[in-house]
């Protein structure tokens, strides 16, 4: 037996599924997919896009934040549908990072400026400092410059993991 609606946010089909041989129930998810998208590194090298590892980064950025989990999910997906959009096979890192970037930034302030951090490489704080001054994210126009300083301070990362 099969169910088949669109999923909440229209960009795939839900289908409810039964085994014809234990009896048991589960959902998948289904999305059209334009092309394979290939990302060009900095480097030159060239890897299969990956929604996983976009999803996995947005999550990192958004930890411990107060943004709904399907504000998140819409979020990859349009940025997802906007680089299958451009009608390109290969797009390049910075055009991912990009529209990462943009959209966080409407999103939660807090994960931009986290993603900001290590999408940008800061190496020194004066870069960072100058990024939230340039960004227009200076202590005059946050209302509480906690939210930024709390929010970067719960970020869990060890000199081991990889950016």
Do not use: H, W
């Not at 998948?28 to 480097?43: A, G, I, N, P, Y």
Request: charged residues 35%.
């Amino acid at each position: 037996m099969k169910d088949s609606r669109p999923s909440e946010d229209g960009a795939a089909i839900r289908r409810r599924r039964s085994c014809s041989e234990c009896g048991g129930r589960f959902t998948t998810f289904e999305r059209v997919q334009l092309r394979d998208l290939m990302v060009v590194k900095r480097s030159g090298r060239r890897t299969p896009f990956d929604r996983t590892k976009l999803e996995r980064s947005v999550a990192i950025a958004m930890r411990k934040r107060p943004v709904d989990q399907e504000r998140t999910d819409r979020m990859v997906s349009g940025i997802v549908r906007q680089l299958e959009s451009m009608g390109e096979t290969d797009i390049t890192s910075d055009t991912v990072g990009g529209l990462v970037m943009e959209a966080l930034k409407s999103l939660d302030v807090v994960a931009y400026v986290r993603y900001a951090s290590v999408y940008r490489d800061f190496r020194e704080t004066s870069d960072f400092a100058k990024f939230l001054g340039d960004e227009g994210l200076s202590n005059e126009v946050i209302d509480d410059p906690r939210d930024i300083k709390q929010g970067l301070g719960e970020q869990d990362i060890s000199p081991s993991d990889d950016a």
